[in-house]
C-alpha cells in the first residue's frame, strides 16, 4: 500500500489517504467515458462510410444494416483496423503523458514540498518551471496550459451536448418529437455553461479538486458499465442487426473481447471497493 509522505500530511489540502490521489490518477489514464464515444460524432460529421448524407440526431438504419453485404463488410473491417490502430497510439500517448505527471510531481513537487491548490496552481508551477528553463520555459508552460484547458473545453462542450441530445433522443421519444435534435443540443450547451459558471461561482476556482472529482466518477465510475455495453453491443446486439455473413467478417476478435472483460473487471473492482471510501 502507497503511503503519503510526512511533508505532504503537513499540508491542508492533502488527504492522509493514499487512494485519494490514485484514483483519479487511475481515472485519467483510463481515457474517460465520453471521450471514447465521441468517435462517433466525428465519423458522422465527417460523413465517413456509411455516415455519408446522414446527420446529427438520426435513428440508425437498420434495414441497411441487415442488408449488409460481403464486400460492404470487408470495407468496414478496413476502418475498424484503422480504428483499432487510432486507439492504440491513442492509449500509448495517455500512458506516456500520464507517467510524465507522475515522474513531474517527484521530479519537482517533492523537492520543492508543495502541492498547489485553487487558482494560485499555474502559476506556482510555471515559477518552478522558470526556475529551470527561465522566463521564456515559465510562459510556455502558461501558454501550455492556457491551450491544453482551452482545448478540453472545446471538446467537452462539442461531445457532451451531442451524447445527452442522442440519449433524450433514444429514451424519451415524446421529447424528441416537441424539440428537434439541433434544439435540445442548444439546450445542454446552455446548461452546461450555467452550471460550469455556478461551480467557479459556489466552490471557487480549484482545479486539482474539479480534475480529481470529474476523473473519479467519469473515468472510474462509468468506464465498467462503458466496455462492459460495448461487449453486450458487439457478442450479443450486432449479430441481430447485421446479416451472418457480415457478421462473419466484423465479428470481434478474441484479444478485443478479453481487453473488454478485463477493462470491466478492473476498473468494476476500484468501482466497488475504493470509491466509496474516497467519497
Not at 104 to 124: D, F, K, Q, T, W
Not at 140 to 157: E, K, P, R, V
Not at 225 to 251: C, D, H, N, T
Request: overall charge positive; some cysteine; aromatic content about 14%.
Amino acid at each position: 500500500m502507497p503511503e503519503v509522505p510526512e511533508w505532504a500530511l503537513a499540508l491542508d489540502n492533502v488527504s492522509s489517504n493514499p487512494w485519494n490521489e490514485i484514483l483519479p490518477l487511475i481515472g485519467w489514464a483510463a481515457g474517460g467515458f465520453a471521450s471514447q464515444v465521441w468517435y462517433t460524432y466525428w465519423v458522422l460529421g465527417a460523413g465517413y462510410g456509411m455516415a455519408k448524407g446522414r446527420s446529427y440526431g438520426q435513428s440508425c438504419d437498420t434495414s441497411a444494416l441487415k442488408r449488409m453485404t460481403v464486400e460492404t463488410a470487408r470495407k468496414v473491417k478496413g476502418w475498424c483496423r484503422v480504428v483499432y490502430v487510432d486507439a492504440t497510439v491513442a492509449m500509448v500517448i495517455g500512458i506516456v503523458v500520464t507517467g510524465g505527471f507522475m515522474l513531474s510531481g517527484a521530479g519537482i513537487l517533492r523537492p520543492e514540498h508543495i502541492a498547489p491548490e485553487g487558482a494560485s496552481v499555474a502559476i506556482e508551477l510555471s515559477v518552478i518551471f522558470g526556475k529551470i528553463w527561465g522566463k521564456a520555459g515559465a510562459m510556455l508552460f502558461i501558454l501550455a496550459g492556457c491551450a491544453a484547458l482551452t482545448s478540453t473545453l472545446i471538446g467537452q462542450f462539442a461531445g457532451w451536448p451531442r451524447l445527452l441530445a442522442d440519449s433524450m433522443r433514444i429514451c424519451f421519444p415524446k421529447f424528441s418529437r416537441k424539440f428537434s435534435w439541433q434544439v435540445q443540443f442548444r439546450l445542454f450547451v446552455s446548461f452546461f455553461f450555467m452550471t460550469n459558471f455556478l461551480i467557479v461561482y459556489t466552490l471557487g476556482i480549484k482545479p486539482v479538486f474539479i480534475i480529481q472529482i470529474s476523473a473519479v466518477l467519469e473515468g472510474l465510475l462509468l468506464t465498467p458499465f462503458q466496455a462492459l455495453s460495448v461487449l453486450i453491443g458487439l457478442v450479443w446486439v450486432m449479430p441481430r442487426l447485421i446479416s451472418k455473413e457480415a457478421y462473419i467478417i466484423l465479428k470481434p476478435g478474441w484479444i478485443l473481447k478479453t481487453g473488454l472483460i478485463i477493462s470491466t473487471l478492473v476498473f468494476g473492482y476500484f468501482c466497488l471497493n475504493k470509491i466509496p471510501a474516497y467519497f
